[in-house]
T-cell receptor
Framework: KAGVTQTPRYLIKTRGQQVTLSCSPI?????VSWYQQTPGQGLQFLFE???????NKGNFPGRFSGRQFSNSRSEMNVSTLELGDSALYLC??????????????FGPGTRLTVL | AQKVTQAQTEISVVEKEDVTLDCVYE???????LFWYKQPPSGELVFLIR??????QNEISGRYSWNFQKSTSSFNFTITASQVVDSAVYFC????????????????FGKGTLLTVNP
C-alpha cells in the first residue's frame, strides 16, 4: 500500500508570491491534516479536512488555506508569502479522523523556502 | 490548555548506551492519547507508539520501551543498546478532546529531542 505522498518536495519562492502544495493520502483514508514545522515553533497544526470539509483549524492567518477533493487528495495554499513561512510542511492522513486515538501517517513533507 | 514539554533539546550518546527521552504533558481531560514519533533526516514522521490515558501499563517493543506515569504526567521513552540508526529527532505528542474539538483530530507536539548516536 502506497504511503502519503507530497509534491513538490522542495520549493523556492520569493516574498509576496503564492504557493500551492499537494498531498495524496493513503488509499482509503479520508482525513488529511496539515502541519507546519519550523526550528523556532516546532510542529504546529494548520488544519484538517475530512470529506472535502475543513473540520478543524489551527492558529494561522487567513493567508493559509486548503481544500480537499472528492478523491481525498488535499492542497494547501499560502498567499502573499512572508520570510517566516519558510518551513517544512507535513501532511498526514488517517482513516477517519473521528476518534482522538486515530493514528496519523505522515508524508515526507514539502520544504518551502521563501527568499 | 494542552501542552507537551520535551525538556531535552539534544542528547548525544555512544552506541550501545541506553538513553531515555523525557516527555511531560498537560491536559484537563481524563481521556487522552499520547504518541511518540521519530523523524529521521529524511523528514518523514514515523509513528512509534500510541498510548491511551486509561492504560498505564508500560510497553516494550524490541529495544524500545515506554514508561507512562499519570501521577507525574510523564510518558518517557527509553532506547536500550542504542544504535547509529536511532539518530533522529523524536517527538512526543498529545491528543485530547480539547485539541481535537471532540469530533476531529489534531496533535499537539513537543519541541522534539535530537538524539545523536555516535559509533
Amino acid at each position: 500500500k502506497a504511503g502519503v505522498t507530497q509534491t513538490p518536495r522542495y520549493l523556492i519562492k520569493t516574498r509576496g508570491q503564492q504557493v500551492t502544495l499537494s498531498c495524496s493520502p493513503i488509499s482509503g483514508h479520508r482525513s488529511v491534516s496539515w502541519y507546519q514545522q519550523t526550528p523556532g515553533q516546532g510542529l504546529q497544526f494548520l488544519f484538517e479536512y475530512f470529506s472535502e470539509t475543513q473540520r478543524n483549524k489551527g492558529n494561522f492567518p487567513g493567508r493559509f488555506s486548503g481544500r480537499q477533493f472528492s478523491n481525498s487528495r488535499s492542497e494547501m495554499n499560502v498567499s502573499t508569502l512572508e520570510l517566516g513561512d519558510s518551513a517544512l510542511y507535513l501532511c498526514a492522513s488517517s482513516l477517519t479522523g473521528t476518534r482522538i486515538n486515530n493514528e496519523q501517517f505522515f508524508g515526507p513533507g514539502t520544504r518551502l523556502t521563501v527568499l | 490548555a494542552q501542552k507537551v514539554t520535551q525538556a531535552q533539546t539534544e542528547i548525544s550518546v555512544v552506541e550501545k548506551e541506553d538513553v531515555t527521552l523525557d516527555c511531560v504533558y498537560e491536559t484537563r481531560d481524563t481521556t487522552y492519547y499520547l504518541f511518540w514519533y521519530k523523524q529521521p533526516p529524511s523528514g518523514e514522521l514515523v509513528f512509534l507508539i500510541r498510548r491511551n490515558s486509561f492504560d498505564e501499563q508500560n510497553e516494550i517493543s524490541g529495544r524500545y520501551s515506554w514508561n507512562f506515569q499519570k501521577s507525574t504526567s510523564s510518558f518517557n521513552f527509553t532506547i536500550t543498546a542504542s544504535q547509529v540508526v536511532d539518530s533522529a529527532v523524536y517527538f512526543c505528542a498529545l491528543s485530547d478532546s480539547s485539541t481535537s474539538g471532540g469530533s476531529n483530530y489534531k496533535l499537539t507536539f513537543g519541541k522534539g529531542t535530537l538524539l545523536t548516536v555516535n559509533p
